[in-house]
């Protein structure tokens, strides 16, 4: 069944935002700017016109929004993941969207970004390429130095603060921040991208992206007054570190619980974390979230990591035009990377391999669409497959599975000898 979809055509140019379409973005973006005073710092950008490279960290949907605001009303073209397509393809192609499937080495997308600057036009990027899971930085692809060497046209970044607490992946409601923060800040012009190797360039985008919006906040003093602020967070804090136990964790309201021990952690406004009995083992959450891919490393490096097999259901998005039910298999993650195998809905076979090596991160969901429970997102250049684990069978996180990715493709990186980089992949 799955060789008979219609394919999204990923080799259509970029088109230059319509015109009549740029002043609605802008003023279909602006609402919730002004609502979350957002406050955008130029920085070294005097006289600076496009074409240029747009490096964009990602925490929410608040993103896009401040980047309109930030580069109106220059024409630009943005690389968005092929879910953001669904139902609306034509409108997002005649906004400027190129369409990528996440995670995979996509030669096309690169003969997409060039014609955008040549055409004149601000090429705007998300490198990490999913919202962030506790608002810090994620790994970047090591790719990006040789992307923006290439393209010979100034790279600019825009750090957004506050998008992650306001609106965290894990639970999205809108706690209404104020104000939220970005740096715009020219980081190479031409001249000196000729002049800098693709270590220094990347070392220095790297460098550019580092932020945590807990810290942020705290810093600033924003109060996060909504009463269910810590419902989500144990999607992401997986782990117990009390008591170590993973996958029994829950939350309500502020407070953050593990089912197997009993321990309580209340959340402030101010975002940090405090056990209400005995020893806060982490009051400030990316911490947490770091403490846990320690755990994971742990595994990697003594060969022992495994999900066992998980019962799944695959849903395939092979186009814009909306998800459709593959079948229900089984998914192992373990040291040699991610295998899917199952029955589709005509009794045929299907399977995926990512081979470690293949495969740096992955992207995942919490609850995604309200449907079927979190999910892993894997790809390949022509599919888009949403895995969603059974919630009722064997325990598992898509928080650990995603750490592990990462440390895995790590861990294969010095066993060829090659020591990791900080900060990419």
Known sequence: MKNEFERFDMKSPP???RWYLRPLTYLLSMPDVIAHGSIVKKINTEGLKPPFVLLCNHNAFMDFKVATKAIYPLRANYVVAIDGFIGREKLLRDVGCICKRKFTNDTMLVKQLAQTVKNGDVAVIYPE?????????????????KLCKFLKVPVVTLICHGHHVNSPFWNLHDRKIKPIEAEFTLLFTPEELKETSVDEINRRIVEAFQYDDFAWQKERGIK????????????????CPSCRTEYKMSSSGSTLKCDACGKHWSMSELGELTAESGETEFSHIPDWYEWERENVRREVEAGTYSTGVLKVRVNTLPNAKKFIFLGEGTLVHDMNGFTVRGTDTDGDP????KTVPSLYSCHIEYEYLGKFGDCVDLNTLEDTWYIYPDPEGSPFSVTKMALATEELYFAFLRSQGKEPKPGLA
């Open 350 to 353: 299907f399977e995926m391999i």
């Open 224 to 239: 996060t007054t909504y009463k269910g602020r810590a419902e989500g967070l144990h999607k992401v804090l997986y782990q």
């Open 129 to 145: 390429a999913r919202y962030s899971l506790c608002g810090t930085t994620a790994v970047l692809p090591e790719s990006l130095g």
């Open 15 to 17: 088109i230059r935002t």
